[in-house]
């Protein structure tokens, strides 16, 4: 650790962090916090979509047939299964996708994205690559967006492996 | 760019965006889905504590006399003021926290941590440091733990700033 000779932070927010791992965890904590909430209300304000509307459209737009497992489709956009229920039956009521039992295994059930949904997406679309860009493709560098993306898989993959 | 020979993304969900930015930002997407969510079940599993919360008391307990003025504590926090209310007030019932009139300047209030609410933050903080130590400390070299912290201050300061 090249940071021993910081002293732990003072204060009982974060008791043996440095006051550099401090500052470096809050600020991804306002990352958490407010990226999201910033992308929602594009979204909303332009589309009238979540973000996980329109990223549960955007991967059933790039899956073939326009169509997953419900399963498979809560685990691309890191949905539980009865929230993702919840979410698909309100885009069905806007006629933007509809749900049938897997025709090979009726154990299952498939989410399709629809016309109107593919239509819905395509006029989103635009301005919302634009403001993902400007907050973060375009405001960081090509090596520092894949060394971010790198940093966040190696997060996300430490969650999903059990503790020691 | 250096990623100027990528071609475009295939689909309809990040149009023009090439695959490496494409899969960085997917990657940043799981990210903010799924470290609140591991942070906030830690922290209601060991101390019925969300993420939150344990954020507005640790913010307090660090401040002079552990007290913040309500506007100040929301702006530490990311929370909106309507949102802070409402959760400062659940906090008040637990006996954490409690709010007074500004005695400077009674248009404010000001959220005071007690006592139990330090004890409290006291008795949480061990497991919840571990856990973000886990993921995210101690799962990142210390440079690339600095880099993602300004990467995420660069990301959040253009939130707030105005569009071109």
Redesign the interface.
């Known amino acids: 650790?090249?940071?021993a000779e910081e002293s732990p932070a003072?204060?009982?927010?974060?008791?043996?962090?440095t006051p550099?791992?401090l500052?470096?965890?809050l600020?991804?904590?306002?990352?958490?916090?407010?990226?999201?909430w910033?992308i929602d209300a594009q979204l909303q304000r332009d589309a009238d979509l979540s973000?996980?509307e329109y990223?549960t459209m955007?991967?059933l737009?790039?899956a073939p047939d326009w169509t997953l497992r419900m399963s498979e489709l809560a685990e691309r956009?890191?949905?539980s299964l009865s929230r993702l229920s919840h979410l698909v039956k309100r885009l069905e009521g806007r006629g933007y996708v509809r749900r049938e039992a897997d025709a090979t295994d009726g154990r299952f059930t498939n989410a399709i994205l629809l016309p109107a949904g593919?239509k819905k997406?395509?006029s989103a679309?635009?301005d919302h690559?634009a403001y993902?860009?400007?907050?973060?493709?375009d405001?960081?560098s090509?090596?520092?967006?894949?060394?971010?993306?790198?940093?966040?898989?190696?997060?996300?993959g430490?969650?999903d492996s059990p503790?020691r």
């Open positions: 650790m090249s940071a003072d204060g009982y927010a974060e008791l043996w962090l550099g791992q500052a470096s965890w600020s991804v904590v306002r990352l958490m916090t407010r990226l999201p910033a973000m996980i990223m955007a991967m737009s790039e956009t890191s949905s593919l997406l395509e679309a635009p690559v993902v860009r400007r907050l973060v493709i405001n960081l090509p090596e520092r967006l894949r060394r971010l993306g790198q940093d966040a898989d190696r997060i996300v430490r969650i503790a």
